[in-house]
């Protein structure tokens, strides 16, 4: 299967730093890419859609001027947790949308986020 | 967005095979059925698709009846590695976008 890599695996950050997760697909381009959201022992959640060259779209719930994402090329999507506090400690996850006769999306392996 | 049913857990021994049977009643037309594969502080992995009747690949099989309401997902001879947690997920085609449901936690043992 195609190839999702996210940067860092883990991060820990004191509260009101900002952080950067990266995404990026290998071996395809992925003009859409997904960030989801998962707490301890629950499912993921869709945070927002990622188009290349386009604005996010962002679930609701999710604040815009808090996780800003940028997806500059068809293989990089960046999130930007801004101003971090402890309750945005979470495992962070993106994917990308491999798009065929089948639309199937590839996951990063994660990012797991502890805030100070 | 068709929601789907999954059983909370199965247990099952090293060996045996795994039926998950997943519901999908709302299922659209144009919508794919797909599972992941998802261990603890890991991404879920993608598994299998398909749209109806079986579908196999080197892990697992998926069948589809023809109402296409229900899907089953089948893993011949489960070892202890394949203990996860298991999403049955509908794409939306239109959207894209992937729903995650509580998926189903798989112990094996041994």
């Known amino acids: 299967g195609a190839v999702v890599s996210q940067h860092p695996s883990r991060v820990i950050c004191k509260s009101g730093t900002s952080v950067k997760i990266e995404c990026r697909s290998l071996?395809?381009?992925?003009?859409?890419m997904f960030w989801y959201r998962q707490f301890p022992k629950q499912s993921l959640m869709l945070m927002a859609t990622s188009n290349e060259g386009s604005k996010a779209t962002y679930e609701q719930g999710v604040e815009k001027d808090k996780f800003l994402i940028n997806h500059a090329s068809l293989t990089l999507s960046t999130l930007t947790v801004t101003s971090a506090h402890p309750e945005d400690s979470s495992f962070y996850i993106c994917?990308?949308?491999?798009?065929?006769?089948?639309?199937?999306?590839?996951f990063g392996a994660g990012t797991r986020l502890s805030v100070l | 967005l068709a929601k789907t049913t999954q059983p909370i857990s199965m247990d099952s021994y090293e060996g045996q095979e795994v039926n998950i049977t997943c519901s999908h009643n709302?299922?659209?037309?144009?919508?794919?059925i797909t599972w992941y594969q998802q261990f603890p502080s890991q991404g879920p992995r993608f598994i299998i698709q398909?749209?109806?009747t079986k579908v196999t690949n080197e892990v697992a099989s998926l069948f589809i009846p023809a109402d296409r309401k229900s899907s089953t997902l089948s893993l011949p001879r489960v070892s202890l590695s394949d203990t996860a947690v298991y999403y049955c997920l509908v794409m939306d085609t239109g959207r894209r976008a992937l729903t995650f449901g509580s998926g189903t936690r798989l112990q094996v043992q041994p």
């Open positions: 398909g749209y109806k």
């Open positions: 071996d395809f381009q992925a003009t859409t």
């Open positions: 709302n299922i659209a037309t144009n919508d794919y």
């Open positions: 994917s990308g949308l491999y798009s065929g006769v089948k639309n199937i999306q590839y």
